[in-house]
């Protein structure tokens, strides 16, 4: 008889850290999802960047002799670039993150 409740208490305790591992597997595919939409924000405003100085030197070198030409295209390309940054950081990459976690998530897993 003492081998049976000796022998619950270990399933109790085993079901209890299986629990727990449940627990901190799902709040850890939750930070991945998270951490990897991070990841993917940055990476398109290093190439939004990039895209930006290339434009820029573009138009600098199309419109080089005519001064005026050369502010107005400039201000139209800053423009553009900030437009298409703002709608694509707002609507599409913002829209499709994940939530953040919530700070009882965060304290789980200490």
Sequence with gaps: MGILVERDAQLGALHNKSVSVQENTALFSKQAKRIKWQAR?????ILAAVFFVFAVLCVFVAT???PVTL???EFLVVAVAFGLYHLVDKLLLRQNAPAEDTAEDASAIE
Excluded: A, P, R, V
């Excluded at 924000?41 to 405003?45: C, D, P, R, S, T």
């Design 41 to 45: 924000i940055h990476n398109f405003k």
């Design 64 to 66: 080089k002799d005519s």
């Design 71 to 73: 502010l107005g295209s």
